[in-house]
């Protein structure tokens, strides 16, 4: 993808931006998983990552992101943030990353971490990456087609355009008592050689987590809520 691109991408990954999640150890959201599947999406998926941290959520680098986490702390691990903004009520910062890594998090004006996205637009890079259950889920690695394997109970969102562009979401619930829900969107460029293929294959450029609550009060919807 292009700088320009990118910045397409990442202009509609914030808009999507809306509440983390608390941190659960692995395996607690096992629940709901096909846990007879063993195919090769599932075994590149569900990789060991020995040394990688398995608490569900986000993780970049070795910060794991959830609610409650203050800006100070993730100041601390990233440096200061590169850009900053308003929208109702709270504040979204987003850090630039080496390798093309964006996170964007929004903060309640105490500065106590109320949402976060991670998006890349380079190659991937195990620094970033989402833990469901027991499964690994990575930005410009694994496409929504592989998570729809892993979590067939999932949705997936009507296509929708912005700018140049054109995105997809897959939503999977999971969390206490079902109460968060992860994105996974990909994106193409219209009219771009990589034009007409299909979303579901193309590697996700950009994770979030989010309340279902909050999820199903979105408009549009486009197709997609947990009841």
């Not at 990552?49 to 609610?67: E, F, M, T, V």
């Amino acid at each position: 993808m292009n700088p320009r691109s990118s910045l397409a991408a990442g202009a509609v990954a914030l808009s999507l931006i809306i509440p983390s999640v608390i941190a659960a150890k692995v395996p607690s959201y096992a629940q709901g998983i096909e846990s007879g599947w063993h195919g090769n999406i599932a075994s590149s998926i569900q990789n060991t990552l020995a040394n990688q941290s398995r608490l569900q959520g986000l993780h970049i680098n070795d910060l794991h992101l959830y609610p409650g986490v203050s800006i100070d702390h993730i100041r601390g691990k990233l440096g200061p943030d590169n850009e900053r903004f308003k929208v109702d009520g709270s504040v979204i910062y987003i850090w630039n990353i080496a390798n093309k890594i964006r996170l964007a998090g929004e903060f309640d004006e105490i500065g106590s971490l109320l949402s976060v996205t991670i998006s890349v637009a380079g190659a991937w890079d195990d620094r970033a990456y989402a833990v469901m259950g027991d499964s690994f889920i990575r930005p410009a690695k694994d496409s929504i087609r592989d998570i729809q394997h892993l979590f067939p109970y999932g949705c997936l969102e009507k296509k929708w355009g912005a700018e140049n562009m054109e995105f997809q979401r897959f939503l999977v619930q999971g969390g206490p008592e079902g109460t968060w829900a992860y994105g996974f969107s990909s994106d193409l460029e219209i009219g771009g050689e990589s034009g007409g293929k299909d979303l579901t294959r193309v590697p996700i450029s950009s994770i979030e987590l989010l309340y279902v609550d909050k999820l199903n009060a979105q408009d549009p919807r486009r197709g997609c809520s947990f009841w």
